[in-house]
Structures are given as C-alpha cells and as structure tokens.
C-alpha cells in the first residue's frame, strides 16, 4: 500500500513509474480523512495537490528529466508559509493570514517536485511541548501509538501525521525542541540543523517566528535517509551513506542520562548496549554546565526576541491590521497565553543581554570542547526523559508523574535533554530506539558539532540500521 512506502521508496517508485504521483496524493487525502480522529491535518488543498501531482505524471510520461523530490507528498507545519494555504500558526489572529509564496526551504522542495499536500496542526505559536491547540480552529492532536496521550510538540501534527502513515514526510519546526521532541514521541525521525555557525544551514525567512536566534524549519519522515534526502534538496548536498559503527566514539553525558523515567531508560540501555556490541566506544563522561546555562538562555531568547521577530515576519509576509498585541489578545489556549504574557510585559528583557552576548558562547564554547577534548564523534542522549504525557485539554499543558512520583511541569521536563543543543546551536537528531512494553515510543538523540550536519545523519542512519525502524501504529 502507498501509506507504508518511505518518502525515499515513494519518490524511486514514482520515478520508475511504478506509482504515479496522483496516486501517492490519493492516498494522503484518503488517508487524511481516515485518521482524522488524531487531530494532526489542519488543512488540505485535494485541487492543488492534485494539479500539481498530474503534471509531474505528464513531465513523467514526456520524458521530460524529474526533480529529486518528483511525486513526494508533504504535510507542512502550519507556521510555513504557503502558498496555496493559510499560515495561521495555530493562533485566532492569524486565522486569515494566506501568504502570497512558499517559505525558501519549501520553495526548494516544491522545485524538486514534493506535492505540499496540506498544513499540520501545531502547538499554538509553536509555544509548546503536547499540540493540544485549544483555538477554535485547529485540534487536540493525539499521539498514533496511544490517543489518550501527547504527540510531542510544537510540531506534533507533522509528526503524528506521519507515524500515522497519512504522509510520508513533513516538516516541522524547532526553536527549542519542537521537531525532536515530537519525532521521539511519536516514534519518527526528526532533525534541527545547524543553527550557530557563521551561516545558518536554513532560511528562516517565510516561518512566523518566536526567535530568530533559535528557531529552523526541521525536516521529519520514517527513516533518517528520507529526512537527509529532503535536507540535501534544502542545502544542495548529497546524501550521505552511513558510516561504520565500529570505532566511533560517542560520548554519553550524565547530566543528559540523568532522573530518566524507568521505561525510558530501559529502551535506551538496550540500545546503548547494541550499540556497545556493533564497536561503538561509548565515553562516559559528563558535561556538567549545560543545563545550567542552558537556563540562562532558553526563556530569555524565546521570549524576548518575538517581541520584535513577529512584527518583523507579519510586515514582510504583508499582513496589515494585526499588532503583536492582537496576537496576544487572542490566543485561546490558556498555557500559551501564560507564557505569551511574559512576551509582551518583556519579562527577559533585562536578561536577553547577558543571555545572547555571554551564556550562549559559554555554552557554544562547552559543546566543542567537550566533542574535541574527548575526540568524540558525537554525543548520544534520550532525545526526551519521559514518556508522552496524558492530555491535558483544558490547560494545554500541565504536569505530568514520573514512576508515581510528585507531578512535574510537563514542558520544562520533556524538553530537558534537548534544550542544550538547541541553544548552542549543534545539528540534532532524533531517532526511535525501541518501544516500551506498553507500546510507547522512545527517541534517542545525537548530535554532533556545529555544522556537521552531514556527519550526524551519516551516523544516525548507520544507527537507524542497528535498531531498526519502529513498526507502525496499532489500527484504531
């Protein structure tokens, strides 16, 4: 069935003309309707989708040569603009905004020939770990392995969608956590790129942002070949073949293992114990200052920097008549309207200095010496510390129980392990290590130094072999 193809295996069988690309469109819409009880797709465009689809057929037929990407259909996180589609950030004042172009990064995928055939549902203002979106227009979406529980978020449509099997890839986007973190919980593939280099391996021009320090689009599929294809049509590379595990040296920081919930940490010592039997070295030794200045930076960034990244997106993408005050003043979910208040009384402001000019470098400077003082090839970590939460659909977000113990704050706790990264700017991977007994997912994560991107997907595919993909979601 197309459902069960990769974005790799789709995009090699539309190219031999085994599968049409109308026919891989199809089965996204019809698939989309099927599992719309998850609550992921916000929005289809079935005339569009299907126009653009039975050109690339015809291109096909006429022997005309075929992008990369020819026939591939993509589920788009509704913070993207397109064209063809609301971009509403999953927020009531934005409801009406249609830009008038792709975001460069999809812009680069269309050209290849991937068929957007809809918007996924976020977190409202990506500012969120469960995508239990409370506006009247979007949806409490549900994770595909267990409905009564969290996708992830923010971008947890595209991955729900796509564990799902409604579509083969997506993307999504990450400011602190918001692709890994879904892709974790919902048993997918998800990568942040660089981001604190000299250059960013992304545009972020086109995305309605929270910061522009932090935020990238992030590509998420089944398999780390389907997410490095999408990434080398992005940045004109190549896609990497993965490297041997024997003798690489991967360092496994405590302050990253640490406060694990018990099922968790048994899916990740089984695979640090396969990956310890295919050669890998594994270093066991610690990083104990990137929590803390990760602290200092995380809130002070994605909370201070909207207040002039969202004016700047909403008069280049040309909407007129919304204020971030607006913004502010509808949002309907009551998490998001918490955190949002620190925005606009611009609670950081204070700490935003010291925080971009002084924490961010110190952490930039921990990252690379911990990776070449210890010769290590990357850093390997539980992408989240915890299982997907139950859902909250009143708050948004609450707390959650980790073994039976006291209730903790849901989103500072899922986000915990991959906070670091993000804020220093490394490439970030996450990759299914196994399910729990109950059937839940587990993400481990890699990353590796900035702007080696490459490398990281080289060795998290080599790793995706090693453990495997996970088989798809139970029927509902």
């Given at each position: 069935?197309?459902?069960?193809?990769?974005?790799?295996?789709?995009?090699?069988?539309?190219?031999?003309?085994?599968?049409?690309?109308?026919?891989?469109?199809?089965?996204?819409?019809?698939?989309?309707?099927?599992?719309?009880?998850?609550?992921?797709?916000?929005?289809?465009?079935?005339?569009?989708?299907?126009?653009?689809?039975?050109?690339?057929?015809?291109?096909?037929?006429?022997?005309?040569?075929?992008?990369?990407?020819?026939?591939?259909?993509?589920?788009?996180?509704?913070?993207?603009?397109?064209?063809?589609?609301?971009?509403?950030?999953?927020?009531?004042?934005?409801?009406?905004?249609?830009?008038?172009?792709?975001?460069?990064?999809?812009?680069?995928?269309?050209?290849?020939?991937?068929?957007?055939?809809?918007?996924?549902?976020?977190?409202?203002?990506?500012?969120?770990?469960?995508?239990?979106?409370?506006?009247?227009?979007?949806?409490?979406?549900?994770?595909?392995?267990?409905?009564?529980?969290?996708?992830?978020?923010?971008?947890?449509?595209?991955?729900?969608?796509?564990?799902?099997?409604?579509?083969?890839?997506?993307?999504?986007?990450?400011?602190?956590?918001?692709?890994?973190?879904?892709?974790?919980?919902?048993?997918?593939?998800?990568?942040?790129?660089?981001?604190?280099?000299?250059?960013?391996?992304?545009?972020?021009?086109?995305?309605?942002?929270?910061?522009?320090?932090?935020?990238?689009?992030?590509?998420?599929?089944?398999?780390?070949?389907?997410?490095?294809?999408?990434?080398?049509?992005?940045?004109?590379?190549?896609?990497?073949?993965?490297?041997?595990?024997?003798?690489?040296?991967?360092?496994?920081?405590?302050?990253?293992?640490?406060d694990l919930e018990r099922p968790v940490a048994t899916v990740m010592d089984e695979a640090r114990r396969r990956l310890a039997d295919a050669g890998v070295v594994l270093v066991d030794v610690d990083m104990p200052?990137?929590?803390?200045?990760?602290?200092?930076?995380?809130?002070?960034?994605?909370?201070?920097?909207?207040?002039?990244?969202?004016?700047?997106?909403?008069?280049?993408?040309?909407?007129?008549?919304?204020?971030?005050?607006?913004?502010?003043?509808?949002?309907?979910?009551?998490?998001?309207?918490?955190?949002?208040?620190?925005?606009?009384?611009?609670?950081?402001?204070?700490?935003?200095?010291?925080?971009?000019?002084?924490?961010?470098?110190?952490?930039?400077?921990?990252?690379?010496?911990?990776?070449?003082?210890?010769?290590?090839?990357?850093?390997?970590?539980?992408?989240?510390?915890?299982?997907?939460?139950?859902?909250?659909?009143?708050?948004?977000?609450?707390?959650?129980?980790?073994?039976?113990?006291?209730?903790?704050?849901?989103?500072?706790?899922?986000?915990?392990t991959v906070s670091p990264g993000s804020c220093a700017g490394v490439p970030s991977l996450s990759v299914p290590a196994g399910r729990t007994p109950a059937g839940l997912p587990v993400g481990l994560g890699l990353?590796?130094?900035?702007?080696?991107?490459?490398?990281?997907?080289?060795?998290?595919?080599?790793?995706?072999?090693?453990?495997?993909?996970?088989?798809?979601?139970?029927?509902?």
């Amino acid at each position: 069935m197309h459902q069960d193809l990769t974005a790799t295996e789709v995009v090699g069988a539309v190219a031999r003309g085994e599968l049409t690309a109308l026919a891989a469109v199809e089965s996204v819409l019809e698939r989309a309707e099927e599992r719309s009880d998850l609550g992921a797709v916000v929005a289809l465009d079935p005339h569009g989708a299907r126009s653009w689809a039975a050109a690339i057929d015809a291109a096909r037929d006429a022997g005309t040569p075929l992008g990369p990407l020819a026939g591939l259909p993509l589920l788009v996180k509704d913070n993207i603009n397109t064209s063809a589609l609301p971009t509403t950030g999953g927020t009531p004042a934005l409801r009406d905004v249609r830009p008038t172009s792709d975001a460069p990064v999809l812009a680069r995928l269309v050209a290849a020939g991937a068929v957007v055939v809809g918007k996924t549902t976020m977190h409202e203002l990506a500012l969120g770990v469960t995508t239990t979106n409370l506006a009247p227009h979007a949806a409490i979406t549900r994770n595909p392995y267990d409905p009564t529980r969290i996708p992830g978020g923010s971008s947890g449509g595209t991955a729900a969608a796509i564990a799902a099997r409604i579509g083969p890839a997506g993307l999504g986007t990450d400011t602190g956590a918001s692709v890994r973190t879904p892709a974790a919980l919902s048993g997918i593939v998800g990568f942040r790129p660089s981001t604190g280099g000299p250059r960013r391996r992304y545009s972020g021009a086109g995305v309605l942002p929270l910061s522009h320090t932090l935020d990238t689009v992030g590509p998420m599929a089944r398999t780390v070949r389907d997410v490095a294809l999408l990434d080398s049509v992005i940045t004109g590379g190549s896609v990497p073949a993965p490297v041997p595990l024997a003798g690489l040296r991967i360092g496994t920081p405590a302050v990253l293992w640490s406060d694990l919930e018990r099922p968790v940490a048994t899916v990740m010592d089984e695979a640090r114990r396969r990956l310890a039997d295919a050669g890998v070295v594994l270093v066991d030794v610690d990083m104990p200052d990137a929590l803390a200045l990760t602290e200092k930076i995380v809130f002070p960034l994605a909370l201070h920097e909207p207040r002039s990244a969202i004016p700047d997106y909403l008069r280049e993408t040309g909407v007129e008549g919304v204020k971030l005050e607006d913004i502010a003043a509808g949002i309907a979910s009551p998490d998001v309207r918490a955190a949002f208040a620190a925005v606009t009384a611009d609670a950081f402001g204070d700490a935003y200095p010291d925080a971009i000019a002084v924490h961010r470098p110190r952490l930039q400077q921990v990252y690379a010496d911990y990776l070449a003082d210890n010769g290590l090839d990357a850093i390997l970590f539980p992408t989240s510390p915890v299982l997907p939460a139950p859902i909250d659909a009143v708050n948004g977000s609450g707390t959650l129980s980790v073994d039976g113990g006291p209730a903790v704050d849901t989103f500072t706790t899922t986000i915990r392990t991959v906070s670091p990264g993000s804020c220093a700017g490394v490439p970030s991977l996450s990759v299914p290590a196994g399910r729990t007994p109950a059937g839940l997912p587990v993400g481990l994560g890699l990353e590796g130094p900035v702007d080696a991107d490459t490398a990281v997907l080289a060795i998290g595919m080599a790793v995706e072999d090693l453990l495997g993909p996970l088989p798809a979601p139970p029927p509902r």
